[in-house]
Each structure stands twice: as C-alpha cells, then as structure tokens.
C-alpha cells in the first residue's frame, strides 16, 4: 500500500496568512494525487486534482503543486471560511490512500 | 447536478452484517469511466477508502477488509450496495458513499454520509 503523510498535523492562522500543508507519499505517485477540505459534520469537499488542477468553483487561493512523492497545498490569503481539515488521497493505485490530515486552526 | 445519499441502519450488533445503499442521481453508472467508492471516517479520524466499483462492473477492495467486504451496483435503480460481514466495535464510523469521474479515482461528489455505530 502507498502510505500518505501529511505534515503538519495541525497549524494555527490568521485571516490574510498564506499556509502551506505538505503530503508525502511512500512511493511515487506521479501526480495522482487529490486534495480535500472538511468542516466539522460535513461531508469531505473536492478541491484539487492532478496535483495541481482546481476543481470548478474552488477560489483561486488554493492551489496545489508537486509530482512524485512531494505534494503542497498552499492557501495564499486565508479566509474565515477555509478553517478546516485537509486531506491529500493518492489515486496512482489502489488501495486509494488518504493522509491523516491537517487541521487549519485561527490563530 | 450529482447528488448521492447513503441509507441502512444507524446501530448493528457485533457479528451482524451492515449493508448500505448509496442512491445516486445526475449520473449513469453505466457511462464509460463512471464509478462509485466508499469512504468511511471512524469519529475524530481520518477517511478510509473501502470499496470502489466501476461503470463495467470492475471492482477494488481495501486490501485490509476484502475479505469483509462485498461492492454490488444496479444501474437500473442507480443505486450501489456496500454489505460489510462480521462487525466490530472498531467499525464505528460515519460512511460515505461517492462519485468517481472518468479522470480518474478521486472523489467529486460526496454524500453526506451516515453514522453506522456498533454495539450490542
């Protein structure tokens, strides 16, 4: 199996911030690689695949790079909104592996 | 719009089976690249990738649950069935079921999940 490590396992922020999160994958992935948010309660939201290709309607503060084994989510401008847990999800091959996320904290 | 939503039971007892249904619209599952997986998040965890099958029948198993595990779908109802054999205590987790695109195995519609706990 491709583990998925993701770092750091929390951070704290401030409205305006940029924040980065990194996921690391055991082998590597090429850049099948997605990312996801999630609030408290609710369901995970698509935000990113191939490593870097937004999903439709997902604000252009994010943004995602990396190829391989190394992957960064970057929020540049943080928003109230975007307090949450992130997980990255490798889908180069099955079992289709998730890091244990990151939470977004305000600082 | 894709729209997905989990139904079954709320409580099993430990040894019962757990089946799920997931009732989709906005979508064929018989359309080329289509899928569907479970995910699933025990409280305060992170998500599990369980199950996946394909819009041609193919179908993938966590390697650590296979066993346990059984993925079936009937387009005509445009639903898919998760049944989980012999439950424990450790598979108390909220379960999502969700659409998988044909660009690939990630995961762009969500249901809102359902909380399955165990206990007798």
């Known amino acids: 199996d491709i583990q998925m490590t993701q770092s750091p396992s929390s951070l704290s922020a401030s409205v305006g911030d940029r924040v980065t999160i990194t996921c690391r994958a055991s082998q590597g992935i090429s850049n099948y690689l997605a990312w996801y948010q999630q609030k408290p309660g609710r369901a995970p939201k698509f935000l990113i695949y191939?490593?870097?290709t937004l999903q439709s309607g997902v604000p252009s503060r994010f943004s995602g790079s990396g190829s391989g084994t190394d992957f960064t989510l970057t929020i540049s401008n943080v928003q109230p909104e975007d307090f949450s847990v992130y997980y990255c999800?490798?889908?180069?091959?099955?079992?289709?592996?998730f890091g244990q996320g990151t939470k977004l904290e305000i600082k | 719009q894709i729209t997905l939503k989990e139904s079954g039971p709320t409580l099993v007892k430990p040894t019962q089976t757990l089946t799920l249904t997931c009732t989709f619209s906005g979508f064929s599952l018989s359309a080329n690249g289509m899928g569907v997986g479970w995910i699933r998040q025990p409280p305060g965890k992170a998500l599990e990738w369980l199950a996946l099958?394909?819009?041609?029948?193919?179908?993938r198993y966590s390697p650590s649950l296979q066993s346990r595990l059984t993925i079936t779908k009937d387009t005509s109802k445009n639903q898919v069935v998760l049944t989980m054999i012999n439950m424990d205590p450790v598979d108390t987790a909220t379960y999502y079921c969700?659409?998988?695109?044909?660009?690939?195995?990630?995961?762009?519609?969500w249901g809102q999940g359902t909380l399955v706990t165990v206990s007798s």
């Open positions: 099958i394909f819009w041609d029948g193919d179908k």
């Open positions: 999800q490798q889908y180069y091959s099955a079992p289709y592996t």
């Open positions: 969700a659409h998988r695109p044909p660009t690939g195995t990630f995961f762009d519609f």
């Open positions: 191939a490593a870097s």
